[in-house]
């Protein structure tokens, strides 16, 4: 089944750690994105790539970095650097410029 | 500054009511309006969309009316269910760029039997 994978479901960071949080897709989708859910405050743009080994910074982008070095993966690393990283994330990957597809988020919570 | 405002934040309708989700939005260069569909613990996943030369939309009990001059796109659920308990978000799309994706705020609806 084509879709997108994120990993884990539940994550607990450590003040001072960086973790990371996995996103593959099987689509063959170009463009690739990560979210930050937060209730209330609906889908805000964390980064965002359209192709291979190139990536731009979204609406919140400090405090995260992302790499994008297979078609499949963009994985997110949330850094110590982010003060408030409890919130749900979410992935998506797009053929073109309308569809978003989502997967089932991780949620980061701190320890 | 959000570009696609929603309301309400929440919603409770009774089953077999009419479920309505109102947003609006100022970039008169959106051209594409999706509205997407979240249960708890999952992603979006998208419901219904719209283009601006289309002033309704009707896919089985949910339908988009769109309102090009006001600016006000909306979300009607006939019948509401039960299963149709969810968080709803209504986007505006731009034609260009890859950071083209606007979202609302999200409404939490409940339909209770």
């Known amino acids: 089944d084509g879709g997108i994978t994120q990993s884990p479901k539940y994550l607990f960071r450590k003040e001072g750690q960086n973790v990371t949080l996995s996103c593959e897709q099987n689509l063959n989708h170009d463009a690739m994105y990560w979210y930050r859910q937060d209730p209330g405050q609906g889908l805000r743009l964390i980064y965002y790539s359209q192709i291979v080994n190139d990536f731009q910074k979204g609406d919140i982008a400090e405090g995260y970095s992302v790499s994008r070095e297979k078609k499949e993966s963009f994985p997110l690393t949330v850094t110590s650097a982010q003060k408030n990283p409890t919130a749900f994330y979410l992935c998506a990957s797009s053929p073109g410029i309308r569809a978003q597809h989502f997967g089932d988020g991780t949620r980061l919570s701190i320890l | ?113």
Request: one cysteine or more.
């Open chain 2, 1 to 113: 500054q959000q570009q696609v405002k929603q309301s309400p934040q929440s919603l409770i309708v009774q089953k077999g009511g009419i479920s309505i989700i109102n947003c609006a939005y100022e970039n008169t260069a959106f051209d594409y309006f999706p509205w997407y569909q979240q249960f708890p613990g999952k992603g979006p996943a998208l419901l219904i969309a719209i283009r601006p030369d289309v002033s309704e939309k009707k896919e089985g009990r949910f339908t988009i009316s769109f309102n090009k001059s006001a600016k006000q796109f909306s979300l009607h659920i006939m019948d509401s269910q039960p299963g149709d308990s969810a968080t709803y978000f209504c986007a505006a799309n731009l034609q260009t760029g890859a950071n083209n994706l606007f979202f609302g705020t999200g409404t939490r609806l409940t339909v209770i039997p």
